[in-house]
């Protein structure tokens, strides 16, 4: 599979933010990385055409029904979107999502034909009491359905302390987690990517972490500026496929950045 490289534009963006959406196609057309830009549903239709791929940031699950304000992932699917990400923690916490609602919503987005790019991390005080890799395990396996492929699923391990805040973990701890869930995925196949405050600063040291296929990028994918340095960093570790897939126990890399 590709490296993949994912926008998470949150509750950012209007019609006339678009241009950084062409922007960003300009440069990416013909590029070893596949770019997903992850907008607000508003602007889904009308970036459908702008040639970038396309998600949402969460559907309801169910296809369709008497839920006020809510949004299926038909209704995704049909206004453009390819990926949906699903139970980051941003609506976990806003929104109450637990590990079974998100389940239920990724079985929503395979049906509707969406890949689902499902997040998973620890807050700061798990990892402080060392139960980083429990509760990983208990997330992924609350998670996701039976059925995740390399073809509908992407998982993304995102440290809630890491997001919006400039703080990202120790390479090491980047590698432990992702060699930690490529163990328990149910497909080897399939992508891992690193949120948490990725920058162009950062980017290259992240992509050079075993086992890391890419990266979920907020605040810095908001302008293509920014978010076009992150794809070119992971588009050179694109070229060496066999370098950062490899086993927990040869998991080292320098720190990308200090507590
Ligand atoms: P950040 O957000 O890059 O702004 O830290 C990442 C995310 O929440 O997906």
Same mark, same amino acid.
Not at 109 to 127: H, M, N, S, Y
Not at 148 to 155: D, E
């Given at each position: 599979? %590709?490296?993949?490289?994912?926008?998470?534009?949150?509750?950012?963006?209007?019609?006339?933010?678009?241009?950084?959406?062409?922007?960003?196609?300009?440069?990416?057309?013909?590029?070893?990385?596949?770019?997903?830009?992850?907008?607000?549903? +508003?602007?889904?239709?009308?970036?459908?055409?702008?040639?970038?791929?396309? $998600?949402?940031?969460?559907?309801?699950?169910?296809? &369709?029904?008497?839920?006020?304000?809510?949004?299926?992932?038909?209704?995704?699917?049909?206004?453009?979107?390819?990926?949906? *990400?699903?139970?980051?923690?941003?609506?976990?916490?806003?929104? $109450?999502?637990?590990?079974?609602?998100?389940?239920?919503?990724?079985?929503?987005?395979?049906?509707? $034909?969406?890949?689902?790019?499902?997040?998973?991390?620890? +807050?700061?005080?798990? %990892?402080?009491?060392?139960?980083?890799?429990?509760?990983?395990?208990?997330?992924?396996?609350?998670?996701?359905?039976?059925?995740?492929?390399?073809?509908?699923?992407?998982?993304?391990?995102?440290?809630?302390? =890491?997001?919006? +805040?400039?703080?990202?973990?120790?390479?090491?701890? *980047?590698?432990?987690?992702?060699? &930690?869930?490529?163990?328990?995925?149910?497909?080897?196949?399939?992508?891992? *990517?690193?949120?948490?405050?990725?920058?162009?600063?950062? =980017?290259?040291?992240? &992509?050079?972490?075993?086992?890391?296929?890419?990266?979920?990028? $907020?605040?810095?994918?908001?302008?293509?500026?920014?978010?076009?340095? *992150?794809?070119?960093?992971?588009?050179?570790?694109?070229?060496?496929?066999? %370098? +950062?897939?490899?086993?927990?126990?040869?998991?080292?890399?320098?720190?990308?950045?200090?507590?």
């Amino acid at each position: 599979m %590709r490296k993949l490289a994912v926008g998470n534009w949150k509750m950012n963006g209007l019609l006339a933010d678009l241009a950084e959406i062409d922007a960003i196609a300009a440069a990416v057309a013909e590029g070893p990385v596949e770019v997903v830009s992850c907008l607000p549903a +508003t602007l889904l239709h009308p970036a459908r055409d702008k040639g970038v791929t396309l $998600g949402a940031q969460d559907c309801h699950a169910e296809p &369709f029904g008497a839920h006020t304000g809510d949004l299926s992932a038909p209704m995704l699917a049909d206004a453009g979107a390819r990926y949906v *990400i699903l139970g980051h923690s941003e609506r976990r916490r806003d929104h $109450g999502e637990t590990n079974a609602h998100v389940a239920a919503k990724v079985r929503a987005a395979w049906a509707a $034909g969406l890949t689902a790019i499902v997040c998973l991390g620890e +807050t700061q005080a798990q %990892r402080q009491a060392g139960q980083t890799l429990e509760v990983l395990k208990k997330q992924l396996a609350g998670s996701l359905p039976e059925g995740a492929r390399p073809t509908n699923t992407v998982i993304a391990y995102e440290p809630v302390w =890491a997001i919006g +805040t400039g703080l990202t973990p120790r390479a090491e701890e *980047i590698a432990e987690a992702h060699a &930690f869930l490529r163990a328990h995925l149910p497909d080897a196949g399939i992508r891992l *990517i690193y949120g948490g405050s990725v920058t162009p600063t950062n =980017a290259a040291a992240i &992509f050079a972490v075993p086992n890391v296929d890419g990266a979920l990028v $907020g605040g810095a994918s908001l302008r293509a500026q920014s978010f076009l340095p *992150i794809v070119t960093a992971l588009a050179s570790v694109a070229h060496e496929p066999n %370098r +950062t897939r490899v086993g927990p126990t040869s998991a080292s890399a320098a720190p990308t950045h200090d507590r």
